[in-house]
């Protein structure tokens, strides 16, 4: 599912970054990645998806976000790293 490497140790190296962004919700998507690349320089993969039957790869990703998109691509779920 992937094509980027996966950290699975999240050490920020003291840096609170952010992991969360429920401020996204209903914003468009383009805005969304901006802001979270912007909090969070360690997030190397933003995923946007439309929400099917088939979830999300379970494996925990320290540097990936799921972007949850309606059909107009507006966030949403709230994004977290994971």
Known sequence: M????CVNVC???GVNY???WPE??????PQCEATIKRD???VT??????PTDEGVNPNYCCNRV???LDQ??????????G
Do not use: E, Q, W
């Open 40 to 42: 969070n320089p360690f």
């Open 2 to 5: 992937s094509d980027y490497p």
């Open 66 to 68: 799921y972007l949850f």
């Open 45 to 50: 993969s933003i995923i946007n998806l439309v």
């Open 72 to 81: 107009n691509d507006l966030c949403i779920a709230v994004p977290k790293v």
């Open 18 to 20: 952010k992991t969360r």
């Open 24 to 29: 996204l919700v209903g914003m468009p998507a």
């Open 11 to 13: 050490d920020y190296h």
